[in-house]
């Protein structure tokens, strides 16, 4: 119990002093410096640390730690600001809508979802990750990073995980280059057999992508004459949200 009394006071110290050192963590805590080190290490091979992309000596929590309680999201600007937007476009488009952010390069996290009333459709848990190369979420976030990120995840390699997936570094380049001009991102199979998905970008005042908001339905109700609606439907949500966390 010691151990994991210890586990959850860094995991907390280090949501408070993001990025930190381990230095910085061994004198807050006053434990030996390997103690620390170990406890950091395991956290972040179970998924609830990270190491930051800019200086990798300090470290900082993970997305994927809201899928623990993303319920914790309803106080933060971006949960209140998307949650009457979502609901709104789930009622004009009986499609599921899911919020997700990313986790540096690492995946794609849902951290809300509001369902369609069809008997059939998508499910994704909250909680749930996804790369982002393969995925409309991913790729709306893609779209809107610096070349060295793009450069970066690609140079780690591009998985496939069906016969659609894009895995030509040339290829993901030129779609990121038509989800910045088209405003959204389609994902039809690529990732999920019979999983379609169109996504867009929440914004910061910088321009920097802080979330997605995507419709999500089954291939079989996918429609391409609708895809400029949809991309468009979304696109207006993304921005809308945008502007509500920005309090425009």
């Given amino acids: 119990m010691k151990s994991v009394t210890r586990s959850l006071r860094v995991?907390?110290?280090?949501?408070?002093?993001?990025?930190?050192?381990?230095?910085?963590?061994?004198?807050l805590f006053g434990l030996p410096k390997s103690t620390v080190q170990r406890t950091l290490v395991t956290l972040n091979q179970a998924g609830w640390l990270r190491a930051n992309r800019q200086d990798t000596t300090r470290w900082e929590i993970g997305a994927r730690v809201l899928a623990v309680r993303p319920a914790a999201l309803q106080g933060s600007s971006l949960f209140a600001a998307a949650r009457e937007p979502m609901l709104r476009l789930r009622d004009e488009l009986n499609e599921t809508i899911h919020l997700s952010v990313p986790d540096a390069l690492q995946c794609m996290v849902v951290v809300d979802r509001v369902d369609c009333a069809h008997v059939v459709r998508t499910y994704h848990a909250i909680g749930d990750t996804s790369p982002l190369h393969a995925t409309a979420t991913g790729r709306a976030i893609l779209a809107?990073?610096?070349?060295?990120?793009?450069?970066?995840?690609?140079?780690?390699?591009?998985?496939?995980?069906?016969?659609?997936?894009?895995?030509?570094?040339?290829?993901?380049?030129?779609?990121?280059?038509?989800?910045?001009?088209?405003?959204?991102?389609?994902?039809?199979?690529?990732?999920?057999?019979?999983?379609?998905?169109?996504?867009?970008?929440?914004?910061?005042?910088?321009?920097?992508?802080?979330?997605?908001?995507?419709?999500?339905?089954?291939?079989?109700?996918?429609?391409?004459?609708?895809?400029?609606?949809?991309?468009?439907?979304?696109?207006?949500?993304?921005?809308?949200?945008?502007?509500?966390?920005?309090?425009?």
Wanted: hydrophobic share 35%; net charge negative.
């Fill in 11 to 27: 995991l907390e110290a280090v949501a408070r002093h993001q990025p930190v050192t381990v230095g910085e963590l061994t004198k």
């Fill in 144 to 248: 809107h990073l610096p070349p060295a990120d793009v450069n970066e995840l690609v140079e780690h390699g591009l998985e496939r995980y069906s016969d659609a997936t894009t895995v030509d570094p040339g290829e993901l380049r030129a779609e990121l280059k038509r989800v910045r001009a088209d405003g959204y991102a389609l994902n039809r199979n690529q990732y999920r057999p019979d999983v379609c998905a169109i996504a867009a970008p929440v914004l910061d005042e910088n321009g920097t992508p802080l979330a997605t908001v995507a419709i999500s339905m089954p291939d079989s109700r996918y429609d391409e004459d609708r895809l400029p609606e949809w991309g468009r439907r979304v696109a207006d949500t993304a921005a809308e949200i945008s502007d509500r966390r920005l309090g425009a």
